[in-house]
């Protein structure tokens, strides 16, 4: 089965930019989401849907950080305006249904904000 | 918030060897555990896991024990082989996988 596919692969903006990252999750899997990972640490929860409606976006700094699952497929991550400190590796994610099962990983977007 | 912590950052062993990742967390309501293994430049790949109602879970060279009085769960690997050198990431999460939590990582080095 195919994976998780995300672009771009890097992104390098100044602060007050904006940008976008895409994922588009294994085929059927109806939870996505979002990570942030930056470097040294593990990955902290942004967002997490099911299908189309959001599940938790606690962590999710809404006043700078917008996501959307329009149709209940991909998904797209906003930043604007970026800072600095939010240079890291933002990685995707899905899930097959039932308990315990394991999350997969796309190999994520290294964003550096200068 | 840190409910769960890897206390060593890295571990060197020789090949061969077993090597053992610990991972502590603080959180009782946590169902599943898992372990996450990442190469650079790559996401995290699922390893293996286990249920709070299972005190062992093993599958080929790993096998993860969990301790829930202690709060402690642990990953070996027997034989570690070079190609197992990474960084893995002990997860945890509810039942419906909601929020998993992550912990910072410890970068496995298995020498030839």
């Known amino acids: 089965e195919a994976g998780v596919a995300q672009s771009p692969r890097y992104k390098i903006i100044e602060k007050r930019q904006s940008v976008a990252f895409w994922c588009n999750p294994i085929?059927?899997?109806?939870?996505l989401y979002w990570y942030q990972q930056i470097l040294g640490q593990g990955p902290k929860l942004l967002i997490q849907?099911?299908?189309?409606?959001?599940?938790?976006d606690s962590q999710l700094p809404k006043d700078r950080f917008s996501a959307e699952r329009l149709k209940g497929v991909d998904s797209t991550l906003k930043i604007q305006p970026a800072k600095l400190e939010d240079s890291a590796v933002y990685l995707c994610?899905?899930?097959?249904?039932?308990?315990?099962?394991?999350?997969?990983f796309g190999n994520g977007t290294r964003l550096t904000v200068t | 918030d840190q409910q769960v912590k890897q206390n060593s950052p890295s571990l060197s062993v020789q090949e061969g060897r077993i090597s053992i990742l610990n991972c502590d967390y603080t959180?009782?309501?946590?169902?599943?555990f898992l372990w996450y293994k990442k190469y650079p430049a790559e996401g995290p790949t699922f390893l293996i896991s286990?249920?709070?109602?299972?005190d062992k879970n093993e599958d080929g060279r790993f096998t993860v024990f969990l301790n829930k009085s202690a709060k402690h769960l642990s990953l070996h690997i027997v034989p570690s082989q070079p190609g197992d050198s990474a960084v893995y990431f002990c997860?945890?999460?509810?039942?419906?996988?909601?929020?998993?939590?992550f912990g910072a990582g410890t970068r496995l080095t298995v020498k030839p």
């Open positions: 994610a899905s899930r097959d249904q039932g308990a315990g099962a394991p999350l997969h």
């Open positions: 085929s059927g899997h109806a939870t």
């Open positions: 849907f099911q299908n189309n409606g959001v599940v938790d």
């Open positions: 959180n009782s309501m946590f169902d599943y």
């Open positions: 286990i249920s709070s109602i299972k």
């Open positions: 997860a945890a999460s509810g039942l419906n996988n909601n929020d998993m939590r």
